[in-house]
């Protein structure tokens, strides 16, 4: 049951869906955040998938997003962008390749994990802004894009500078967010 007119919402429902193309967590991810801290800092927790057919196994990701924007530029009434946003990421891939083969490989095989990805993040948003619920809720709607990269992807440029280019190691993710 919704709460009436102008009582707050319990702190752990939702305040925004994502639905997000690319960008390291999925070909396609969606999922649910929370906005705080005088709409400056959002927090997004989503599934993603790759098929098999583009990864030689089907992988089901899951991942947690953190991004941190420092103001909003108002276009006008209805609509504002969000140029600068910076933060992180965190990601599991369930269903790799030779995931669950245990004695494939020697312990030291591997020195990184293959199934685990986390990195640094930046982007922007533009924003259409609708009139508010009754309760006073945002009803926004966005378009955003992310340009990140991840703790492999870093390591490999940075001891390979001459044979990797940073477009090489940054992955591009675009996404709608809707607020409610």
Known sequence: MAPASGEPQPWYRP???VL??????GMVSAG???????????????????????????LTLASAKLLYSPFTVRLS?????????????????????????RGQYTRDYYWFSSDTRYG??????????RPAKANGRPRNLSLYYDLS???????SYLTNTKGLTLGQILVLGIGVKADF
């Not at 997000?20 to 967590?25: F, L, M, P, S, T």
């Not at 009434?77 to 990421?89: C, E, L, M, N, T």
């Not at 640094?120 to 802004?129: D, F, H, I």
């Open 32 to 58: 649910a955040g929370y906005t705080y801290f005088n709409n400056k800092v959002d927090t997004d927790i989503l599934l993603g998938y790759v098929p098999k057919r583009f990864a030689g196994s089907t």
């Open 77 to 101: 009434d209805k609509w504002q962008i969000k140029p600068v946003s910076v933060g992180a990421y965190f990601s599991y891939t369930h269903g790799t390749l030779n995931d669950e083969e």
């Open 149 to 155: 990269s991840n703790d492999l992807y870093l390591h």
């Open 15 to 17: 305040r925004h869906l």
């Open 20 to 25: 997000q193309v690319a960008g390291g967590i």
């Open 120 to 129: 640094p993040l930046a982007g922007g948003r533009v924003t259409y802004v």
